[in-house]
């Protein structure tokens, strides 16, 4: 819905109201209503979409947290410090067997999300996301 639907109509408003702000014929105050609506339509579906990008990442980050606790029985608070987002992010597609050697590799090997997805051999899809 977002990307096919949203963001293209939305889009499309805010150049419709760009080109009618630059022709003549229509009051000043007409041109400065549609372009800033237009202009705040389009922010609010990009913004939509941050917010709920931001969460995921958050939800992520405590599900991570949970599973090397639940794994370990120690926090993964050490570990997280030492790995970036998309690395997080990546690791989640691991299996339980192989997520606490991955994490380790991961740090000392400084392997990319796309590195660390290719190394997942039982891959653990996550069919719930937004």
């Known amino acids: 819905m977002h990307h096919f ?3 293209p109509i ?3 408003i805010f150049v419709w109201s760009i080109i009618n702000a630059l022709q003549d014929g229509q009051p000043l105050a007409q041109k400065i209503y549609f372009t800033l609506t237009a202009t705040i339509l389009l922010i609010l579906g990009l913004l939509s979409r941050s917010y ?3 969460n995921q990442d958050r939800i992520i980050r405590v ?3 949970l599973r090397y606790f639940e794994l370990t029985g120690t926090s ?3 570990k997280e410090k030492q790995l970036r987002l998309g690395q997080i992010i990546a690791l989640r597609f691991a299996s339980d067997e192989e997520l606490i050697e991955l994490i380790d590799r991961a740090i000392s090997e400084k392997l990319s999300g796309t590195d660390i997805k290719k190394a997942v051999t ?3 899809g996550d069919n719930l996301r937004v």
């Open 5 to 7: 639907i949203l963001t």
């Open 10 to 12: 939305t889009a499309v």
């Open 122 to 124: 039982n891959w653990q």
């Open 63 to 65: 599900e991570m947290r």
């Open 76 to 78: 993964f608070s050490s």
């Open 52 to 54: 709920g990008l931001r």
